[in-house]
C-alpha cells in the first residue's frame, strides 16, 4: 500500500443529503465540473466559478456550490506574486475537498447545523489506485485565514502536492482535480 494511504485510510468529505442522487450518478464534482455537467451559460458559470460565493449557489435540482470565504480584498493579499482572486477561485473551484480526520469533517458539518449535510467517507488507495491526481495541503485554503497582514502566508498552487510527496503531519485539505468517478464506491458516515 502507498505510504500516504496507509497515514490516512480514509478521506472525507462533506456534501447536502439532496446532493446524494447526483454524487451516485455522476461522481463527487468539483464546482467546475458541476457548472459543466449541468450547462450552466458562460456568464453565470463565470460568475459562480470566479466570484466569491458568500452564500450557497443552486445549479440543480439538489445541487448546489457551498459558499466560500473569499473576498477580494484580503484575498489578494494573500496570494502568491502573479496570482489574482478569480485565478486562485478557478483553481479552488476546479477541485474537489476532502479531510483527512473525520474530526475535521465533523466540525465543517456542525456548523451549518441548519443545513441537511452528509459525510462521505472514500478509501485513500482506491482514489489513488485509480490513478486520480490526489495532493494534500497543509493549509485550509477554501477559508481565509485570520493571520495578521502584516506578515500574511502567501497561496498558491504549489502549497497542493501530490499525495506521493506528503511529508510529517496531517494535511488540513486533500484534493482530487475535477471530480471522483462514480465507480469509485464511498460509504455515509453516521
Same mark, same amino acid.
Given at each position: 500500500?502507498?505510504?500516504?494511504a496507509e497515514?490516512?485510510?480514509r478521506?472525507?468529505h462533506?456534501a447536502?443529503r439532496?446532493a446524494?442522487?447526483s454524487i451516485?450518478? =455522476?461522481?463527487?464534482?468539483s464546482?467546475?465540473?458541476?457548472?459543466?455537467? =449541468?450547462?450552466?451559460?458562460a456568464?453565470?458559470?463565470?460568475?459562480l466559478?470566479g466570484?466569491n460565493?458568500?452564500?450557497?449557489?443552486?445549479?440543480?435540482?439538489?445541487?448546489?456550490?457551498?459558499?466560500?470565504?473569499?473576498?477580494d480584498?484580503p484575498l489578494a493579499?494573500?496570494?502568491?506574486p502573479?496570482?489574482?482572486?478569480?485565478?486562485w477561485?478557478?483553481l479552488?473551484?476546479?477541485?474537489?475537498?476532502?479531510?483527512?480526520r473525520r474530526a475535521?469533517a465533523?466540525?465543517?458539518?456542525?456548523?451549518?447545523?441548519?443545513?441537511d449535510?452528509?459525510?462521505?467517507?472514500?478509501?485513500?488507495?482506491?482514489?489513488?489506485d485509480?490513478?486520480l491526481?490526489?495532493?494534500a495541503?497543509?493549509?485550509?485554503?477554501?477559508?481565509?485565514?485570520?493571520?495578521?497582514l502584516?506578515a500574511?502566508?502567501?497561496?498558491?498552487?504549489?502549497?497542493?502536492?501530490?499525495?506521493?510527496?506528503w511529508?510529517?503531519?496531517?494535511?488540513r485539505?486533500?484534493?482530487v482535480a475535477?471530480?471522483?468517478?462514480?465507480?469509485?464506491?464511498?460509504e455515509?458516515?453516521a
Amino acid at each position: 500500500m502507498r505510504p500516504f494511504a496507509e497515514r490516512f485510510p480514509r478521506l472525507f468529505h462533506v456534501a447536502d443529503r439532496a446532493a446524494l442522487p447526483s454524487i451516485r450518478q =455522476h461522481g463527487l464534482r468539483s464546482a467546475a465540473a458541476l457548472c459543466r455537467l =449541468h450547462r450552466v451559460p458562460a456568464a453565470a458559470r463565470n460568475a459562480l466559478l470566479g466570484e466569491n460565493r458568500g452564500a450557497y449557489a443552486p445549479i440543480a435540482s439538489g445541487v448546489a456550490l457551498r459558499w466560500q470565504g473569499m473576498r477580494d480584498e484580503p484575498l489578494a493579499r494573500r496570494l502568491a506574486p502573479g496570482l489574482d482572486p478569480v485565478s486562485w477561485r478557478r483553481l479552488i473551484n476546479g477541485r474537489v475537498f476532502l479531510f483527512a480526520r473525520r474530526a475535521d469533517a465533523d466540525r465543517l458539518r456542525a456548523r451549518e447545523q441548519a443545513r441537511d449535510q452528509i459525510i462521505l467517507d472514500f478509501a485513500t488507495a482506491e482514489l489513488l489506485d485509480a490513478g486520480l491526481d490526489v495532493r494534500a495541503c497543509r493549509y485550509n485554503n477554501g477559508y481565509m485565514d485570520r493571520r495578521s497582514l502584516a506578515a500574511p502566508r502567501l497561496r498558491g498552487p504549489e502549497d497542493y502536492v501530490p499525495a506521493a510527496g506528503w511529508g510529517p503531519g496531517v494535511p488540513r485539505e486533500v484534493t482530487v482535480a475535477d471530480a471522483i468517478p462514480c465507480q469509485i464506491d464511498f460509504e455515509l458516515c453516521a
